[in-house]
Nanobody, 124 residues
Framework: QVQLIESGGGLVQAGESLRLSCAASGVTTRMFTTAWFRQAPGMEREFVSG????????NYGDSVKGRFTISRDNAKNTVYLQMNSLKPEDTAMYYCAAHYGTGLDMISRAYIYWGRGTQVTVSS
């Protein structure tokens, strides 16, 4: 059974940076895709970024392009989300999600494994 554990959230000021981590366990193949989603109170869950473990392809939501970078450490089975130039509108609960396969899907229902989330709050 795949388990995803997020960490790294916190309270920062606008313009600062944070790095989120998603540690995955129970993954049995590199044909695996991990993504970050976020959800603010009263809002729909939003795709942030995705990464294919095989080949390393990535994609990003329009609102974070140029500011966020997704990466992975194969040895640690961990995916990172480096968030720079944070804005108050980035405030949300950030979730790590995953599925077997290589589709860089941007819709949440494509992902069957989910972490519990880590809160990111950006003050102005």
């Amino acid at each position: 059974q795949v388990q995803l554990i997020e960490s790294g959230g916190g309270l920062v000021q606008a313009g600062e940076s944070l790095r989120l981590s998603c540690a995955a366990s129970g993954v049995t193949t590199r044909m695996f895709t991990t993504a970050w989603f976020r959800q603010a109170p009263g809002m729909e869950r939003e795709f942030v970024s995705g990464l294919k473990w095989s080949g390393g392809g990535t994609n990003y939501g329009d609102s974070v392009k140029g500011r966020f970078t997704i990466s992975r450490d194969n040895a640690k089975n961990t995916v990172y989300l480096q968030m720079n130039s944070l804005k108050p509108e980035d405030t949300a609960m950030y979730y790590c999600a995953a599925h077997y396969g290589t589709g860089l899907d941007m819709i949440s229902r494509a992902y069957i494994y989910w972490g519990r989330g880590t809160q990111v709050t950006v003050s102005s």
